[in-house]
């Protein structure tokens, strides 16, 4: 069985002055070459001094066009186009969001409420221009307060007032977030993982892990990944400018999809 495949596909291919040729249903003679030549053919087409620094199903299809054929010269394009840098910092925009959505749960009235700083807005009587905006994420009720200028104690007046309002013999007090304790990090009967291990995908660190250090302490490394950040993050851009700038190294993750981030000289970026 295998012998008559080869022949099969042997009858595709055609010996010519010493040099291997495929045949071709709508190209001419098409020359076989290695991947090393396949490879260096790739980046003339693709970065050389006429290279448009096209796609890879189009990178594929000039270098067939122009009359040459290896076996994993598709292959190859997607790694070359993946690895240029140019064509990642021009590429287009992800609209798609990086992490997926965090869902608010509140099952009823005044369970969980949110609180934010809007401003500046025009100055109004008394100096004020901004707002302390408290909402309910049940009923959408809203409460906000002018303020001339926002501290540590005005804040917090602020948050025992709601308080006061959301409160009541039938109202569940206001979300207090506590510390997580022996129950997130131990397992359940029913499932056999415990819910840190659920949402962090790993167990927690223990106490103990700190004096004497497992194997998963000793071995944690700090290096990450080196990303690209979108070039309108910070400032208007041109419509040939690139569209990603970078690269930037990863220094902490602060959640919901913002990361903190410093240029190659160690310099931190002014916002996440």
């Known amino acids: 069985m295998g012998s008559c495949r080869l022949k ?7 010996m010519h002055e010493h040099i291997l040729y495929k045949k071709s249903y709508t190209y001419p003679l098409l020359r076989c070459l290695s991947t090393e030549e396949g490879i260096h053919i790739l980046q003339e087409i693709h970065s050389g001094c006429c290279g448009a620094h096209t796609s890879t199903r189009i990178l594929a299809n000039k270098a067939l066009r122009a009359g040459y054929f290896w ?25 798609q969001p990086a992490e997926p959505l965090t869902t608010i749960l509140s099952p009823c009235p005044f369970m969980q409420s949110g609180m934010d700083i809007v401003g500046h807005f025009p100055l109004a009587a008394g100096q004020r221009k901004f707002l302390l905006v408290a ?17 540590e104690g005005e804040a917090e007046e602020y948050k025992n007032g709601v308080k006061a309002c959301t409160s009541g013999k039938n109202s569940p007090q206001w979300l207090i977030l506590k510390p997580m304790g022996k129950s997130k990090t131990t397992p359940r009967g029913s499932i ?18 700190l004096g004497l250090p497992s ?58």
Not at 143 to 150: C, D, S
Request: overall charge positive.
């Open 215 to 272: 194997h998963r302490v000793m071995n944690f490394s700090e290096e990450w990944d080196l990303v690209l950040r979108r070039a309108d993050a910070l400032r208007p851009i041109g419509k040939l400018d690139p569209t990603w700038e970078g690269p930037y190294k990863v220094t902490s993750i602060l959640g919901k999809g913002a990361y903190e981030l410093e240029d190659p000289e160690g310099r931190p970026l002014p916002r996440p």
């Open 71 to 95: 076996p994993s010269m598709k292959q190859d394009a997607i790694r070359l186009v993946s690895k240029c840098e140019r064509c990642q910092k021009h590429s287009s925009l992800i609209h």
């Open 135 to 151: 909402i309910d994420y049940f009923t959408k009720w809203v409460k906000a307060e002018p303020l001339a200028r926002i501290t």
């Open 192 to 209: 056999g993982e415990s819910p840190f291990s659920l949402v962090y995908s790993t167990e927690a660190i223990i106490p103990p892990e």
């Open 8 to 14: 099969t596909r042997a009858t595709r291919f055609i």
